[in-house]
């Protein structure tokens, strides 16, 4: 009999295929972590510091104590997959392996068959591709749409995290954020049909016709993703690339976190700020599942409202008109939830915003504890209730579940 039993647990655990690495927390990376050979345990404490949670890359030659000191200062990282998957290093810190950047869609049928390989010498482990951005050319893509490459990858690599890089224009004369939000759609979407969480890329520093962004354009970046429901999000990049460095010659301004030469840029001390408030917010992101996404604005919202947990965002008399992406979500535990983004991020808004709940009965998520409580009246002197949101910036709200329609039964039979 107990041989019987394990065979067929044997069986079972066969037939269950190998075991897929599954994200237990919200994604802060980086890209280009410290290009030096020094100090290194000071430059991994700099970047536990300042919030993250994943290190894509390594610094130094030696993969082994890379993976050692993630583990000391907390943080999960990617590693490159130099060699076959029975001998790749692995760890407590581990997460998985780089596999490619990019790719065109000739390359997915091996990317598949490195994947499983991964999946199957190394369980819980995963192999990470990420995608161009939908403003590659069809030729780069090897589809001839972008939503064809998405869809061609999910069903080929059937990844466990898709992952992309895309950074919007955001400069005077131009403005390429609609772009963005289309391709977090798309990533949306397709992710929520596979049952695997998405990640993306955003810049911080300036490159090509990039220009430096500010900390309000960063925010910005990164709460949009997270309302189209990303479950990770990381910095482009962390450290700069010197000028010796692949393609490093769009970046002569340098302007990362920190510089070529390892001094930290105002970037490092907004993305420290950003990044603790999304650690905050993470644990209950986690808990969060995707049921739309609505752009608004305070003069014409009514009818894009209907289906979120929003009834109205007004504008308030003096108050230029605002416009706002609005993110509602399912909660693992019943409840809804929703992420209202502040889309402008030049100025402050201040809409009077009107739930389809009672107010009392409408639990704000704390950016500086992570707690949920009843929501606060920014100016409590104004009819309605008001809320503030900085430039670019976002708040996370809970509320009960929908009301349900009572079941009509047939006469007789209630």
């Known amino acids: 009999m107990l041989a019987a039993l394990l065979l067929l647990g044997a069986a079972g655990a066969a037939a269950a295929g190998p075991v897929r690495f599954v994200q237990d927390r919200f994604v802060v990376g980086l890209w280009v972590p410290p290009a030096t050979q020094e100090n290194l345990d000071a430059r991994y404490r700099e970047i536990a510091e300042a919030n993250f949670t994943l290190v894509v890359g390594q610094s130094g030659t030696n993969t082994a104590a890379h993976l050692k000191r993630c583990k000391r200062f907390g943080l999960k990282t990617l590693i490159p997959a130099h060699g076959p998957a029975e001998k790749l290093p692995d760890g407590p810190a581990c997460w998985g392996y780089l596999l490619r950047d990019e790719p065109g869609a000739g390359a997915f049928a091996e990317l598949a068959r490195r994947a499983e390989e991964i999946r199957a010498r190394r369980p819980g482990r995963f192999g990470y591709v990420n995608l161009f951005p939908n403003y590659a050319p069809p030729g780069a893509l090897g589809t001839p749409t972008y939503e064809e490459h998405v869809a061609r990858f ?16 955001m400069r005077p004369e131009g403005d390429t954020r609609d772009q963005y939000c289309a391709n977090l759609e798309c990533f949306r979407r397709h992710s929520l049909a596979a049952g695997i969480p998405f990640w993306n890329y955003f810049y911080s520093m300036p490159f090509n016709d990039r220009l430096d962004p500010t900390e309000a354009q960063i925010r910005w970046q990164i709460f949009t993703a997270a309302a189209y429901g990303a479950r990770g999000v990381l910095y482009f990049c962390y450290w700069t690339p010197g000028q010796g460095a692949a393609g490093a010659g769009e970046f002569p301004k340098g302007g990362a976190l920190l510089t070529a030469e390892g001094r930290k840029t105002r970037h490092y001390e907004e993305a420290r700020r950003i990044n603790a408030e999304l650690k905050n917010l993470g644990p209950t992101l986690m808990q969060l599942t995707s049921t739309g996404v609505y752009r608004v604005t305070t003069e014409t919202n009514a009818p894009a409202l209907a289906g979120s947990p929003l009834r109205q965002l007004a504008r308030v008399g003096g108050d230029p008109a605002g416009h706002f992406i609005v ?73 009960p579940p929908a009301e349900r329609t009572p079941l009509r039964l047939p006469r007789g039979r209630e």
């Open 154 to 169: 999910v069903r080929e690599v059937k990844p466990e995290v898709l992952s992309m890089d895309h950074y919007p224009l």
């Open 327 to 399: 993110g509602a979500f399912a909660h693992a535990d019943g409840r809804r939830a929703v992420l209202i983004v502040n889309h402008d991020y030049r100025y402050t808004a201040w809409p009077t915003v009107r739930f389809d709940a009672a107010a009392e009965d409408v639990w704000e998520v704390s950016k500086t504890t992570g707690r949920a409580a009843p929501v606060e009246d920014d100016s409590p002197e104004l009819k309605g209730l008001q809320l503030s949101f900085g430039a670019g910036d976002a708040r996370l709200f809970l509320l």
